[in-house]
């Protein structure tokens, strides 16, 4: 249902007193001012619940009832007293009560204007005015004659959605053949270019008002050609002009074809195209120029071409072209404008016979700016990124033989800045009453001027007085519902402009709480302060008030503050709100709680690394309460979850803190945090760890030696114990990590902060850390210093251990241990070695540069052997010559043995082995000392000197890992220091016949209480090997099997063999073998068996599976028997 009433108000000339007229229309009546001076009411009564406009006790204030349906019922409010104007009314209603479904519109008629205004109510939907998302843009267009429709476009968005409308050049479009909408877009069917070109703008209006797009600028390209039949005259100058007719813009190119062709007609000094009007200049007529011309336009914007028709030209031959001077017939303005950064092209092109010469300068003498371009045929001068200094005045000089003609023009720099906006508009959703302050800044060159509008008019007010309009600032005082709708702030300048808009929404309403009800029950400890806030959602504010006894304060805000609150302030309190179009309430409860205390707070502590402590934390509270507890390290929650060293112990009213092996990193304050729903208490306190000293920080080395360094530094943490006594240590490339080195003063006290480290290396690489300590402990060392060398000196140690002798003969060997590089102090270090002969005085030297040597030898054939000299070594380098060594006796090289060893004497032992003996070399005999002998064994047939060679120091040599029945030859000679010398004579050998290659077989073996009866078949020896004399039995103990542990049971020489067994029950392997005089052949296959109580017989072939049999493959218990543990018996080996 909806209301329309048409009132006509008039205020009278008396301050306070008004009468409303309503018009003539049956139905409506008059209404009355009523008995209290200022307050009126206006009666609308021919039909049964419609509406009253009453005139309620504050003056200004107004309400419109609509009474058709009880609780319903919407709000308008008068801003101010006395002011009036008509409305026109019409409005829907919601379904709950003080709530409007939709806004709803009012025209204000005053001066012969209307004003619409959206009045906006809370809604569950949110609405708002048109806002553009797409706006025209300036566009040109080329006409087609088939099918030509144009789409200018225009979108916006809204709620409810907003409608269309279209004007050109200011005109409001009416639709018709030629134009339609189509959503927001506009479509011309069928354009003109000089019906439908012009500036447009889009109107977008919905329920909350109008806004305006920017404006655009829209053109049509078309092709109009003059040209007709031309006959050109040889005679006199001609020019083949062709008109493109179309708009003009930067982005049209013109093109000419001649007679067709598929390339276009290339410009050059007798051809110009005028980018400007389209014509094609000949500057001299020939007769190849006789034929169809083509004019071509091209959109550089939509890539669309046109051509003209073909026009012929001929030429007429009843004339005859004379020479004369040029003539200009295309050039540029005489002044012309050239935006900063912009590309500004000069057109100059001269008729004449000779064709003329073009050329451009500036005539102030300078030169043509370098970045210009000019085209093949001169005729166009192109100045990109258009600069200040490029202004000035050109001049384009036409030249031929008949003389010369110039154009002159003046580039004017305009330092033009496009229009962008620096401050734009926001939205307001505003209360009744309140002040609105808007501001638009544009930045532009020339500086802009701002207009506003309001719903697509420029904006202007029924109520002058509440509007300031200053520029881009707009401030309306006292808002009423007739300001809300959609505001436009535009800036312009000549070169264009922009718009920014904006809705207000203007809101009156009664006081709501359903958003921010008084909370409903607050809890506070007796002593303490409540705040109680009342906020509730209404336009204008609303006036607030509180219902309960006792003093109490209201503040600005509306919130009550209670203070030093006590038992009796428990209770019930009710906010009220009001405002000129309701009043609403909420209530809330005070609940009083006795006051949390800390009754045992933390106290602050000293403790050492390492200890253990407990921080207390006890409280009383009220008993319906129930407390958390928190603890907080340095301002941080502690996360008990994360923790190794702390941790909460304690019972309901207890919270204590336990700090395990405490560490540095606990020093900080701790703060127990006590939370009730009621109230919030805490208690702080320090735990102070103390503990070694931090690292000393800064380490500088100052002044520098060849033996001491200066080192100076800052102090480190002390960790709450005061530092006693620094250390240094020190590393170098040849120490094992850092070593601690003498300073000066011998202990640095903590008070100190610089030392001298002395007994240094020279020329040796250093770092140096110092080290605090104190009561606590030893602290950790500080960063180390950068890498220092010490200066270079001389050598101070000699070498050691110098000592000689041995070599060939004739040389005198010196050796001597080297230096360490950490002790040669400095560069070029080398050794000198001086000698001389025993008992005389001059002394013989040499310098050795490498100071890796170690050895010298001197050679002379002349001295004699065993020569005793005196020696010395010294040392060297780029600082001067260092210490000798003590002078030592050393014996120079002697003389190889000069005779061999005799009575040589060879036997064989078995088939791999051979024993040597000879008599030794008397020491008479020899001028050196014999220090061994080298044994030479080889084969018949082979060369002395491929013998193989076995050297020992005795006079018994045995010769092993030989062939069995081989001749063998040897020889033996003395060796000493010198060398060896000569030979004995060779003495023969032959090795005796191999083993039995094969082991005992089918072994049989008994075993009755303690002893072994062991019986094997013989074994027969090949004819290459020699025959068996015996065969040998051996047992070993497999739990320790060796050499050590193997025990010969017995050597029968016959196929059988009894012996008591081992006494212990360990496993062992009991193992028979062949043998020939003085050694054994291989060992049969080896049988397993522990030591028994009861009597047992086996044979070989019994044996389990699991034993391995066979003389080349390794031994397997064999066990059997429920309780013994087996022996193993290895088979037998006979002896030859």
Not at 306 to 318: A, G, I, K
Not at 328 to 341: A, C, N, S
């Amino acid at each position: 249902m909806s209301l329309h009433c048409d009132t006509v108000a008039y205020c009278v000339s008396t301050p306070g007193y008004c009468s409303l007229l309503c018009g003539s229309t049956l139905g409506y009546s008059r209404l009355r001012y009523v008995s209290t001076p200022g307050y009126c009411s206006l009666l609308y009564v021919s039909t049964p619940g419609y509406c009253s406009l009453l005139y309620v006790s504050i003056p200004g204030y107004c309400s419109l009832l609509y009474v058709s349906a009880p609780g319903y019922c919407s709000l308008l409010y008068v801003s101010t007293p006395r002011f009036c104007s008509s409305y026109n009314l019409s409005f829907g209603l919601s379904n709950s009560p003080r709530e409007l479904l939709l806004p709803f519109r009012h025209s204000c008629q005053q001066q012969g204007k209307t004003k619409t205004v959206v009045l906006f109510h809370s809604e569950r939907n949110p609405r708002h005015g048109p806002v553009f998302s797409q706006e025209p843009s300036d566009s040109i267009f080329p006409l087609r004659f088939e099918d030509n429709k144009v789409f200018i476009n225009c979108k916006a968005k809204g709620n409810p959605a907003p409608y269309y409308k279209w004007k050109v050049d200011g005109r409001e479009i009416d639709m018709d053949l030629n134009y339609n909408l189509v959503e927001g877009n506009l479509l011309i069917n069928n354009p003109h270019a000089t019906h439908h070109g012009g500036v447009y703008q889009c109107i977008a209006t919905n329920t909350f008002g109008t806004i305006l797009s920017r404006e655009a600028k829209v053109q049509f390209a078309y092709f109009g050609m003059s040209l007709e039949h031309v006959s050109l005259p040889l005679s006199i100058p001609t020019i083949l002009c062709g008109y493109c007719l179309c708009s003009s813009s930067a982005e049209i190119k013109y093109s000419w074809v001649f007679n067709g062709r598929p390339s276009f007609l290339l410009q050059d000094t007798r051809r110009f195209v005028s980018q400007r009007t389209g014509n094609l200049y000949i500057a001299k007529v020939e007769a190849s120029d006789v034929g169809n011309y083509t004019c071509v336009v091209r959109n550089m914007m939509t890539n669309a071409t046109v051509y003209s028709s073909p026009t012929p030209v001929e030429l007429r031959r009843d004339a005859v072209m004379a020479e004369y001077e040029p003539k200009i017939e295309v050039q540029f303005p005489e002044r012309l404008h050239v935006t900063k950064g912009s590309s500004v092209k000069l057109e100059c092109f001269a008729l004449g016979n000779p064709v003329p010469a073009i050329t451009w300068r500036r005539t102030d003498g300078n030169p043509l700016p370098g970045k210009m371009k000019i085209n093949h045929s001169n005729g166009v001068l192109e100045i990109p990124y258009f600069r200040p200094e490029d202004a000035g005045a050109y001049e384009c000089v036409a030249e031929n033989s008949r003389g010369k003609n110039i154009a002159k023009g003046q580039l004017i720099f305009q330092n033009v800045e496009h229009l962008h906006w620096v401050q734009t508009l926001k939205d307001a959703h505003m209360a009744i009453e309140a002040n609105l302050q808007w501001e638009c800044r544009a930045s532009g060159k020339p500086k802009p001027v701002y207009r506003w509008l309001k719903n697509g008019e420029v904006y202007l007010s029924c109520y002058q007085d509440r509007i300031l309009l200053e520029g881009g600032r707009l401030a309306i005082s006292r808002i009423n519902l007739l300001d809300s709708g959609m505001y436009q702030c535009l800036a312009e300048n000549e070169h264009g402009a922009i718009y920014a808009s904006a809705e207000l929404k203007v809101v009156a309403s009664a006081p709501d709480f359903s958003k921010s009800l008084v909370k409903k029950s607050m809890l506070i400890q007796r002593g303490g302060e409540v705040i109680m806030e009342c906020r509730p959602h209404a336009s204008p504010r609303a006036s607030i008030s509180w219902r309960r006894g006792g003093e109490r304060t209201i503040m600005e805000d509306g919130t009550l503050r209670i203070t030093n609150i006590s038992k009796s302030d428990g209770g019930r309190y009710t906010c009220v709100a009001r405002n000129p179009f309701g009043t609403s309430s909420s209530t809330g409860t005070l609940v009083v709680k006795e006051p949390t205390k800390i009754t045992v707070p933390p106290l602050s502590v000293d403790a050492t690394v390492g200890q253990s402590i407990v921080l207390p934390c006890e409280v009383s509270r009220d008993s319906s309460l129930d407390p958390t507890f928190k603890w907080f390290f340095n301002g941080k929650l502690i996360d008990f979850n994360k923790q190794d060293h702390i941790e909460m112990i304690g019972g309901e009213s207890a919270g204590d803190l336990m700090v395990r092996n405490i560490q540095l990193k606990h020093s900080g304050k701790y703060v127990c945090m006590v939370h009730t729903v009621v109230d919030s208490v805490s208690a702080a306190a320090d735990l102070i760890v103390r503990g070694p000293p931090g690292a000393p920080e800064g380490l500088m080395v100052g002044e520098i030696t060849d033996s001491s360094a200066q080192l100076s530094w800052g102090s480190g943490p002390d960790n709450h114990s005061p530092v006693t006594t620094y250390s240094i240590q020190a590393r170098t490339p040849f120490s094992i990590g850092w070593q601690a080195v003498r300073t000066v003063p011998d202990s640095v006290p903590g008070q100190m902060f610089h030392a001298t480290v002395i007994d240094l290396n020279p020329w040796v690489d250093y770092e140096f850390r110092v080290v605090a300590s104190n009561n606590v402990g030893v602290g950790e060392p500080s960063m180390q210093s950068k890498q220092i060398r010490t200066k270079a000196a001389v050598p101070e140690v000699a070498p050691g251990n110098v000592s000689g002798g041995g070599g060939s003969r004739g040389e005198l060997v010196i050796q001597w241990e080297p230096i360490p590089e950490e002790l040669q102090n400095g560069e070029e270090f080398g050794y000198i070695v001086a000698f001389r002969s025993l008992g005389t005085t001059t002394w013989k030297q040499t310098v050795l540069p490498s100071p890796d040597a170690s050895r010298y030898t001197f050679r002379n054939d002349s001295i004699p052997p065993l020569s005793q000299f005196e020696v010395k070594v010294g040392v060297y380098n780029n600082e001067g010559e260092g210490p000798s060594s003590h002078v030592v006796v050393v014996y120079s090289a002697e003389e190889e043995p000069s005779i061999a060893p005799s009575r040589v004497l060879a036997r064989t032992l078995s088939a791999s082995e051979i024993e040597v003996y000879w008599e030794p070399i008397p020491q008479t005999a020899s001028s050196g000392k014999i220090i061994g002998y080298e044994v030479l064994c080889w084969e018949e047939g082979v060369q002395e000197s491929d013998a193989e060679m076995v050297k020992v120091t005795d006079t018994v040599a045995l010769l092993s890992g030989l062939m069995g029945s081989t001749l063998y030859l040897i020889s033996v000679r003395a060796q000493n220091s010198a060398g060896a010398g000569p030979s004995s004579p060779a003495v023969n050998v032959t090795t005796k016949k191999p083993p039995p290659s094969q082991p005992p077989g089918n072994i049989e073996w008994n075993l009755t209480n303690s002893k072994i009866f062991l019986k094997w078949e013989h074994v027969k020896a090949m004819g290459n090997e020699s025959e068996v004399t015996g065969y040998k039995v051996s047992v070993v103990s497999e739990i320790a099997e060796s050499l050590k542990t193997r025990k010969q049971m017995g050597t029968p020489a016959s196929t059988e063999h009894h012996s008591e067994a081992p006494a212990s029950t360990e496993r062992h392997r009991v193992t028979p073998a062949s043998t020939e005089r003085h050694r054994a052949t291989p060992a049969s296959t080896e049988c397993h068996k522990a030591t028994p109580a009861s009597t047992e017989h086996h044979r070989a072939s019994q044996l389990p599976q699991s034993a391995t049999w066979g003389p080349r493959q390794p031994p397997l218990s064999a066990t059997w028997g429920p309780r013994q543990p087996p022996l193993s018996a290895t088979g037998v080996q006979p002896l030859h």
